[in-house]
């Protein structure tokens, strides 16, 4: 019997339309907009100023701290300023922008297809060389992936989990890469492994990709140390709580960390960072995003240099569609709309949707009817309606007392509301308040 995770989930339709659309490399743009902030934390210090020349992998702005991730130049060119533009949040970020000349890569980074599967590092030259590399988690939430295998004093790493489900519908990117290059991400894991010092990692991918859990199966046939587990197709399961749950039965308790339980999660595409940095000196530079939609003429996996505009990866896919209404960075259920389309792709940027005008718009809320479905679907065992109630009349200890600060924003209870209320809406804005509450009470 398939493993799942227990507590609420729902099952949207998949829409995996670039499935099987091997992955691209897209050609260079013209010119580039890096933010430095692409992660969780401090944001970066540019190193740079307008007139300097650079080259692919350098280092162009340093890590702001620990919790904090250094940024590369994706492209060799020159820099035109070091000056603020919108970045999918749709607020202005500082970044840096490059006018792109040639493709000069900075020596010492092994840009050949060979396969480095030997390595003889210990835990604290891999976690260095990740740190160097600027490497985030590659699944959206962009922490800084060093400081993740460094757990809190007390605390220890038993396990490894890689995240290979890509439960989010239309997303394909990471399919891409446990086909294509599961080789290479092979020996990420075990890099990874030998950092946290832990004997065991589990694969979770979701049944709905037997071609990934075959290939990988193939290639792990002498390895006992990692193992594939199949897991049954249900949303949110590729959430961080609900996939430790899904394969090992430990439950991450209220307000803790995975570590708690003795797991480290990490997703396919960082694994596979963590295989470029280690093995051939490389940053993280560029990652594969999906560009999809129903009307899309060529969905697609793109191999794409970060800072790269979305627009050109609209145009390698047929262009933008007449129809479409809404264009998100990420998927439907935790993705969000831009406004430009000159937006950069970041290092959090899984996939470009282009969401059909019928679709795209919200409907009319109704009045709460008091169903419960919102409960019912609600992964981590809240009361939505509730959390949208108390954000909405600004009572904020109730909020807190109500644990809104566990809410994982997968989107099922707005998925599932018959009266379409924007549940998720309300509780954003209510995690944001009280999370400054919280970040205020301990200073």
């Not at 099987?20 to 100023?49: M, N, R, T, Y």
């Not at 092979?186 to 832990?198: D, N, S, W």
């Not at 530079?285 to 697609?300: A, D, L, N, Q, Y």
């Amino acid at each position: 019997m398939l493993k799942t995770f227990k507590l609420g989930g729902v099952h949207p339709a998949e829409n995996k339309l670039s499935a099987d659309k091997a992955i691209e490399k897209l050609p260079l743009p013209k010119s580039v907009f890096i933010p430095i902030a692409q992660h969780i934390g401090a944001p970066a210090q540019a190193l740079v100023k307008k007139g300097d020349s650079v080259k692919v992998g350098q280092l162009i702005a340093k890590s702001g701290g620990f919790v904090s991730a250094n940024i590369h130049s994706s492209v060799s060119g020159t820099v035109k300023k070091v000056d603020l533009a919108l970045d999918s949040s749709g607020y202005p970020k500082q970044g840096v922008f490059i006018d792109v000349v040639g493709d000069e890569w900075e020596t010492g980074i092994n840009t050949s297809s060979q396969l480095f599967e030997k390595f003889e590092v210990d835990s604290q030259a891999i976690i260095d060389k990740i740190n160097e590399a600027g490497i985030v988690g590659l699944g959206g939430a962009t922490f800084p992936t060093h400081v993740k295998l460094v757990p809190p004093g007390g605390m220890k790493a038993e396990m490894l989990l890689i995240n290979g489900v890509e439960c989010e519908p239309y997303l394909t990117s990471d399919h891409r890469v446990m086909l294509e290059r599961g080789a290479e991400l092979l020996v990420g894991i075990r890099l990874l492994m030998t950092a946290l010092k832990v004997n065991k990692a589990y694969i979770g991918i979701e049944n709905n990709k037997p071609d990934a859990i075959e290939n990988l199966k193939k290639l792990i046939a002498s390895d006992s140390s990692i193992a594939i587990v199949p897991l049954k197709v249900k949303y949110p399961q590729g959430g961080e709580k609900q996939l430790i749950k899904a394969v090992t039965g430990r439950e991450v308790p209220s307000g803790a960390l995975p570590i708690s339980v003795g797991a480290v999660v990490s997703n396919v595409g960082t694994a596979l960072a963590v295989y470029e940095a280690v093995q051939k000196n490389k940053p993280l530079i560029e990652r594969v995003v999906t560009i999809t939609g129903k009307s899309v003429e060529k969905p697609s996996n793109f191999l794409v240099r970060i800072g790269t505009p979305v627009q050109e990866l609209i145009d390698a896919a047929g262009g933008l569609p007449e129809d479409t209404g809404k264009i998100i960075s990420g998927g439907p259920m935790m993705g969000k709309a831009i406004a430009s389309t000159d937006i950069p792709v970041t290092k959090g940027t899984s996939g470009i949707l282009l969401m059909p005008e019928p679709e795209s718009k919200r409907k009319k809320m109704k009045n709460c009817i008091r169903c419960s479905r919102c409960v019912t679907v609600c992964p981590m065992g809240l009361e939505p309606y509730y959390l949208m109630t108390v954000s909405d009349k600004q009572l904020w200890e109730k909020a807190e007392a109500s644990k809104i600060m566990d809410c994982i924003e997968c989107g099922s209870c707005s998925y599932t509301c018959p009266a379409d209320r924007p549940l998720l809406d309300y509780i954003r804005l209510g995690k944001g308040k009280v999370g400054k509450i919280m970040r205020a009470r301990k200073q």
